[in-house]
């Protein structure tokens, strides 16, 4: 192994698929106590993960047609994210959000501003936005790009893939 | 200059992140200390330092069973 090899981060990408709210913590502690023992994390959103990414965090109609209008709405942005288990009509991620501030765990919008810090990448799946009607304005700016699996595959060549 | 961080009542993965984040705004030759909690901190908050390339100059028990960790950037 040549010197600039073996001084060269390791790589983790994180597939964020499901946007529940447990699930979307999941991902981000591992994003970024990866990131902080000097890691590369890229994170990839696809079809529900990327309702935590909305810049809207509400309710929000968004969308080129009726039925997207409607999706988007039902689902919301990140204060709508259910949890997995026991949502109880979405009482539980309130719940849930009230538990780790008592026990002094960090919440997912300090998570991901940590994530931001960072320099964690994010990447928007290009296909489920196009279903979903979502476009890259209506994402965060965090999101460097709106790419298909070919750019994620080549960004995560090395890495350690992690579906979530 | 030296920096101070307490990261005792903080859990993972803040207790990693926040280092990170605090000795990346400090400038090259500055020291951090960081007050930390046995276990999960203690084992691989120094080693993780470490690994970036920053200097452990020591790491010790204080009085009520958490530790000192000083780092140099």
């Known amino acids: 192994m040549s010197k600039v090899a073996a001084v060269e981060k390791k790589k983790i990408s994180i597939v964020c698929f499901s946007g529940e ?22 994170m990839f959103f696809t079809f529900w993960g990327l309702n935590a990414l909305k810049k809207e965090r509400g309710r929000k109609s968004m969308g080129k047609d009726f039925l997207s209008r409607v999706f988007n709405w039902l689902m919301g942005g990140r204060n709508n994210l259910p949890l997995s ?19 002094n765990v960090a919440q997912l919008d300090e998570l991901m ?11 928007a799946c290009e296909m489920s936005m196009h279903i979903l009607g979502i476009s890259k304005d209506d994402l965060i700016d965090d999101v460097q790009s709106v790419v298909g699996v070919a750019t994620f ?12 | 200059m030296k920096h101070f961080l307490d990261i005792t009542r903080e859990t993972c993965p803040m207790t990693f992140v926040k280092v990170k984040l605090r000795l990346a705004k400090m400038q090259a030759g500055e020291q ?20 970036q390339g920053y200097k452990v100059l020591s790491c010790e028990p204080t009085d009520n069973d958490q530790h000192m960790l000083l780092i140099e950037k």
């Open chain 1, 85 to 103: 288990r026991l949502n109880f009509g979405g009482a539980s991620p309130k719940l849930m959000g009230g538990m780790m501030r008592k026990n």
């Open chain 1, 153 to 164: 595959l080549n960004e995560s060549e090395d890495a350690h893939i992690i579906f979530i």
């Open chain 1, 21 to 42: 709210f447990d699930k979307m913590l999941a991902a981000y502690t591992i994003a970024t106590g990866a990131a902080a023992t000097n890691r590369e994390v890229t």
């Open chain 1, 113 to 123: 501003q940590a994530a931001s810090e960072l320099g964690i990448r994010y990447f």
């Open chain 2, 32 to 51: 951090l200390e960081v007050l930390l909690n046995k276990g999960e901190p203690l084992e691989n908050v120094p080693r993780s330092c470490e690994e």
